[in-house]
């Protein structure tokens, strides 16, 4: 297949439609329009292809909630605010156990914030900022490359786990361009039986997230919960990168994980050992391979593109056997490479 | 015409409606419980039934079956 | 290696694409590249750029923090980014609309008048292909062959005839540097 | 021998309705199931119960449903019928669920013309919640949020959604009906038929408003709630056919791709 | 002041309107109801008293917003899917700092779920469900002279601080009654130079969180950061109970507290030292003030309404100093204080 | 000496527009501030304005102001409004933000008759956010998220607020107008006038729709642009008064409490 | 001391204003009380119930695991409940309705034919008060005067004459148990 | 009548709305730049100005004003 050079936003519509997505709502919002606006021309071109633009973001995510009980590949996307209005919607997936993308290409924040990347949205995106006890998938692509990949994974672990799956990128992967192969896609594979296409002469069945009796919804939670353990079980993917010799490990993920790459190849350049763990699903958190390097490494740096928030986790699954420091640019700030390498060097000092 | 009714007691849920539209009074409380607690209507079997389903139409309970001769 | 260049202007001036055809033409030519623009939709007014690194080996991050080239088509473009450049970098400069001239003296400074050559081809709204000329030529990062064949591609939806332009306008702008 | 001349439709479960005595969400159910029997549309229909006292539609209704997060039941209806154009779908809505949370989903869908139908229950309160003043509470209707009557500067006017929806280009056939009486109840069944068949027909967007008892918010018994709705609360929310384009529609949707 | 038997949800109203809350928007939602139409009942008597019941969530919060912009003390209610629609709005009202107050009745979730008594909006509460980095303040109310209290505190610190505060409670809260004793309000301390009163003959304000200069917005970002870390170091509250000799220490909130507290009632009859630790700030979380107890103690049982949420605060408070077990019940389910007993008891066998 | 006839009004702050050339946010923003001016009610006005083009408003409008999330302007006028009674509250909204995510907000705050004035840019597309479809998007025109031109049956229909909001019983003045000539923009002035004043005599919620050329995701210059809403725009959305109860809601007023 | 009484019964049978006043009465006699509904406001339908505590202490938990006391005003009540109820525990049976009986011999049973009386008295729907009656002086939790006390202050926004009836009604259960 | 206007180049952005307007042709394009990367309208004094305020009616930067005599 061929290399093409397309901006992320492109690459996440191109990839879904590939994937077998027929169904596309979203509402526009920067820095995610050009997403929404590949789905408008290029969806209904693609047989069966249902695009609306929806009259809001709740709207967006009920429609799709709606196809994909109907049995369509859905997917709806949004930057920080509309993800924001989208919650109760995804909480409600979450409980009905309906497969779906929800794209959010993150901008600074809190409020209207501005266009800039960022990574505030962690916390929201991982610990379900809806209510209730649900969580989604969340994968935080770092290149182009990546971002084709997982668009296609995300359908088929929403398939294969009837849940929605979040794909959790921002401003600077939305607008960047690089060049892409889109992979074959798999077949989909699912159990259709949670499907609505009409009973015809069987049983009808119903979908709902109303358990009104208490050892229903008890039961409903605790049925969720053992659905995330198996994810947590076989769904982590990390990406670790010349951690063997390190003395010092940045944690980081997304934009911040290449600019993480990059600040690395001016400290290996003068002799720092440093080295970089990127989760790539943010949930399932790779906590216990995290904690695996813990083992040889005593200090670790976290850098987010955010006041802190993946450090919690960070802290979580070091448990105190390391010693960790913070680095955060939030509000849309992006440091350069060499700025993290200024910041890094001085913690290194400390280390040696 | 003549008719006739069922009334599902446990259905009934006691809002006389059918007692209300019922143009022959064929139609009467009583003073029974059901399960869920209701005193369910009940037949007058000195008023004739037509069968024009009127009772039926309005029960918000489908408590009432209605036949014709 | 790894080259990053800026380019900046304001908002008319095709400065995006500038960069996303040297991404394109640098990606045909088997390098690893990232475009990057920075992003103004929500803002109205203001300056556009874009950032494109071409290495040939994975490019850690699309972020310049010491850009080796810097295409300004306005001043304010001058002003924003002259300092980040790296020592012994380049500047490319529209001289026909900017007046002054940057207060480095280890950076390399390359004026082009690409707004009056345009003039002079009858078209003013080409100004930016003939600095992708000059750029192409003295950078050396494709070969002009595959940049013009990239430069085709990008604008292959549209009209014909554009072609020819922006053939034409590229060469005076390849041409413009005798050296 | 003697012929049963009403009984339980086949497309009704054999549960007991949860709703109060004289509630007309069981008599609405009752229509539904009613029409999907006579149009014999029972394995092709799709339905969308809201949040509301209607939530547990999918324990009665024996067709496949979905239910909807509070007031977006079009918006998940839409969704539904473009994946499954030849599914008959419809979206069934309390006044809180319809006009107040989600009037921008049912004004959207109204406008966008989606081919669906939504069955809308009027009964002037939210049920549900125990007898919150509601858009279409009446002036000067007691509620638990407006223990002194609905007052129209502070709390604004009842929403007339058939009369305001019949706006919309988009909007097919609209109807208000009334289930306080058999012969209402009749013509409500009617305009249910009616309104699937605007969809089986692909004729886009309509709605049946049923201006419905609830005794319990209403603190009537259930025979003077009917009467309320003639007397009172049909003065407000007059019944009749608002729009009907369903025969021009018809034609111009026979000329189209 | 007499003492009088009001249900939660009465209780919060009645503390508001006394606190000098003259501003309530809300949409109904069970299991708060009873306070939407407490204030339609009292609001409109109370001078300067508005209520309005809006047509839904979003607008009630931004409402609210409105009003606190012009100077109101405010408040808005709802319980979990309601609150998951006023995300965007919590995030906005975090932005532009203005004060207020949000109450969430709990509720089983996710999804429609139930209405019976849950926690599993912790997450939601305390991480900000919102996109951004920002906080609220939680409060998490255990009996109804609590809620009184709190909720009267709750407008204190929202004035102080500038900031939305979150009273989160659940259905079992807002429906029981118990005697209370309101206390006399504070004088609202506050200033004003934020208001919106119009400009008079003087200079024009404005309130926004749209900060499109980068610079400007990660300042403001680093901004929010410190108010919140005084937060932190000032507002922290917590209960101890029966800590002293404690071997096993249950770490629960709210109603689960209580519940906790028969159960050590139980426990202690039968010779077993258990002891609570009650956070009363969810956010802050009192971490250092429970690591302390790790100390001395060293095990602890979470138990949470829920599949486990405030669980990741106990275990970065602690560190891996202690051993943490957890027992929760989520979707509704409210054990009585003999199961929890049972549960710790078994527990505490292993711990002796 | 040559006397000033025509200059900055007061009430505007001394700051170069960030509009586009040619955009009709730049003469709205005036038109406002030149009746501030003439109404004389700069300190005691605060404006909302939304997230859309004009979401820097605060920039240059010298008037008290906060900006609201996307589309809920008149739910934060609402709640300024009845806190402050007496202070001319105003929401300034794009088509996407009143009529798209927004409608329920601005539908309720019209149909309790809050006593707010709305100001309405219909430019036919969000402009901000790079010239997407918005709900007032006519039949067949292209933009970016309706390439092939607006389709009615699977976009919808163009929604015509001033014709729709006219049938609340709540709202008491609604026009249309324009700003692409000098007699509309006097026409526009005129409309936002009358909104304002309507306002301090305490008669409710009025709302002034101001068709406004949007040059840049119209891909037309500014003349033509101008010319387009004379010759097109116009067409489906009419220009004039839609409803003035200015009149007898007066007297009304002046009969409550 | 601690005691806990359960309040069940249909929806409209005024259970919850059972468990209200007693913990009214008691509040008012200077006990710590709770009172806790199971609440179902969102379902129609179904059995209402509600849990008192009363207690000289501060209580630890609103929730009873092994209530004293169960008010059983209809059979599903009585199914639900007659489990939990602690060993030597009383379950007062509305005796007009429920036809069925406990089915543990380790508690207490007082069956009180509470419809059957308030139809005598003329009025059905004080069936509940005269159960309180029974209840009040049988648990001896308040003495009677205080209870009539709060009993009048939770009608009070009511009509006059209901007072009367209560009274009435109190009265007439009070002294259905001569033991 | 006779008028003048004054335009402040700084705020034009070169939209020509004034010019289309001005019935006396008393506004012209220019080739100059302003700070803001556009060429500012300018004034044909061979065309009067007869003070009609058309054109600052219609400039949407309100870049200028107008004198009557
Ligand atoms: C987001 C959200 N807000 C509020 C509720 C609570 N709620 C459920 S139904 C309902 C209103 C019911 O009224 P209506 O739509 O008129 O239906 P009815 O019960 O009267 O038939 C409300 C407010 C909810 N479930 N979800
Ligand atoms: C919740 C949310 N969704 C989406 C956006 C992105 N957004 C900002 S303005 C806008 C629409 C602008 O269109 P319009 O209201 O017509 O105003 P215009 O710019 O055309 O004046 C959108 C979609 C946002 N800021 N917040
Ligand atoms: S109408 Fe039906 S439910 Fe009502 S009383 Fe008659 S039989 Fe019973
Ligand atoms: S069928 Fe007619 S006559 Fe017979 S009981 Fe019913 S209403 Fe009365
Ligand atoms: S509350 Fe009203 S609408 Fe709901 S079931 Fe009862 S009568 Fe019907
Ligand atoms: S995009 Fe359109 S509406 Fe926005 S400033 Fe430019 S011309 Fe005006
Ligand atoms: S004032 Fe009138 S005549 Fe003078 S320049 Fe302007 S439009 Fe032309
Ligand atoms: S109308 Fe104003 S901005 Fe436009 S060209 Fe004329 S002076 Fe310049
Ligand atoms: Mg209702
Ligand atoms: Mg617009």
Known sequence: ?352 | ?69 | MIIKTIFSGFGGQGVLMMGISLAHSAMNKGYHVTYLPAYGAEMRGGIANCTVAVADEEIASPVASEPDYLIAMNAPSLFTFQNKITSGGTIFLNSSIVKDRPNRPDVKVCTVPCVDIAQDLGNPRVANIIMMGVFIKKSGIVPDDIYLKSLETIMGSKKKGVAEINRKAFAAGFDYLKD | MAKKVFGRPKSLKDKIFHYCPGCGHSIAHRLIAEVIDELDIRGITIGVPPAGCAVLAYNYLDVDMIEAPHGRGPAMASGIKRTLPDRIVFSYQGDGDLAAIGIAESFHAANRGENISVIFINNAVYGMTGGQMAPTTILNQKTTTSPAGRHKILDGYPVKVSEFFSQLEGVTYIERCMVNSPTNINKTRKAIKKSFQCQMDGMGFSLVEILSPCPTNWKMNPIDSCKWIDEVMSKTFPPGVFKDNTASVKKAAEGAS
């Open chain 2, 1 to 69: 015409m003549k008719g006739s009714i069922k009334i599902d007691k446990e259905l009934c849920k006691e809002c006389h409606l059918c007692i209300n539209v019922c143009p022959q009074g064929h139609i009467i409380p009583t003073k029974e419980y059901n399960a869920q607690g209701y005193h369910p209507v009940g037949t007058n079997n000195e008023k004739e039934c037509t069968g024009c389903a009127l009772c039926a139409t309005i029960c918000p309970d489908i408590a009432i079956e209605v036949y014709r001769e």
């Open chain 1, 1 to 352: 297949m061929n290399k093409v050079l397309m901006s992320g936003n492109n690459i996440i519509g191109e990839a879904a439609i590939r994937a077998g997505c027929r169904f596309y709502a979203g509402y526009p919002i920067t820095p995610q329009n050009e997403l929404t606006e590949y789905m408008a021309e290029h969806m209904r071109n693609a047989e069966d292809g249902v695009f609306i633009q929806s009259e809001s973001e709740i709207a967006a995510i009920n429609m799709v909630a709606g196809a994909s009980a109907a049995g369509a590949r859905v997917m709806t996307s949004s930057s920080s605010p509309g993800i924001s209005l989208k919650q109760e919607g995804i909480s409600s997936m979450a409980a009905c156990e309906l497969p779906g993308i929800i794209v959010n290409i993150m901008r600074g924040g809190p409020g209207l914030g501005n266009i800039r990347p960022s990574q505030g949205d962690y916390f929201q995106a991982t610990r379900g900022g809806g209510h209730g006890d649900y969580r989604t998938i969340v994968f935080a692509p770092a290149t182009c490359q990546e971002l084709a990949d997982l668009t296609m994974d995300a359908f088929d672990l929403a398939d294969k786990y009837r849940t929605p799956v979040m794909i959790l990128a921002d401003g600077m992967m939305g607008q960047m361009m690089e060049p892409v192969i889109f992979k074959k896609p798999k077949k989909r594979i699912y159990s259709d039986d949670f499907i609505l296409k009409g009973a015809g002469n069987g049983k009808s069945k119903f979908i709902r997230g109303l358990l009104l009796d208490v050892i229903d919804e008890e039961e409903h939670n605790w049925k969720l919960a053992r659905k995330y353990s198996v994810i947590t079980k076989n769904e982590i993917r990390r990406e670790e990168h010349q951690i063997e010799d390190a003395q010092l490990v940045i944690v980081a993920y997304g934009t911040a994980a290449r600019i993480a790459k990059g600040a690395i190849k001016r400290l290996r350049e003068n002799g720092m050992k440093v080295g970089l763990f990127r989760p790539i699903t943010l949930w399932p958190f790779p906590e216990l391979q995290l904690r695996a390097l813990a083992a040889n490494v005593k200090n670790f740096l976290v850098f987010e593109m955010s006041t802190g928030q993946m450090l919690d986790d960070v802290r979580l699954s070091l448990q105190g056997y390391a010693h960790i420091d913070f680095h955060g640019r939030p509000g849309g700030a992006v440091p350069t490479p060499a700025e993290l390498a200024n910041v890094v060097a001085r913690l290194y000092e400390k280390v040696d």
